[in-house]
């Protein structure tokens, strides 16, 4: 069983930046695929970035490309995402999750583990 953890969420003025993190415990951290997905309210979640287990491949949303960054660090268990050039639509509660090694990682079905959650608010 995996236990993930995000932290790093809070009050940012667009345009401003935020660094998510995301702390694994309870398995193999290396082994899993991480991504980053988002629910603004009312809306369904949607994916936002995910990376390989290796780190040798990532993916994003057409919506963040270019401004998030997703990265990893398998000897600290930990995913990041870098959050630049916020814009008031990137606002929702923001989910880590842990899947298989392979799989379709832009897909919320593919992840076996998620976290609670952190909020993110961006303001006008």
């Known amino acids: 069983q995996v236990q993930l953890v995000e932290s790093g969420g809070g009050l940012v003025q667009a345009g401003g930046s935020l660094r998510l993190s995301c702390a694994a415990s309870?398995?193999?951290?290396?082994?899993?695929?991480m991504g980053w997905f988002r629910q603004a309210p009312g809306k369904e979640r949607e994916f936002v970035a995910a990376i390989s287990w290796s780190a040798g491949s990532t993916y994003y949303a057409d919506s963040v490309k270019g401004r998030f960054t997703i990265s990893r660090d398998n000897a600290k268990n930990t995913v990041y995402l870098q959050m630049n050039c916020l814009k008031p639509e990137d606002t929702a509660v923001y989910y880590c999750?842990?899947?298989?090694?392979?799989?379709?990682?832009?897909?919320?079905?593919?992840?076996?583990?998620w976290g609670q959650g952190t909020q993110v608010t961006v303001s006008s």
């Open positions: 999750a842990a899947g298989p090694m392979y799989g379709a990682l832009r897909h919320r079905g593919t992840y076996d583990y």
């Open positions: 309870g398995g193999t951290f290396s082994s899993y695929a």
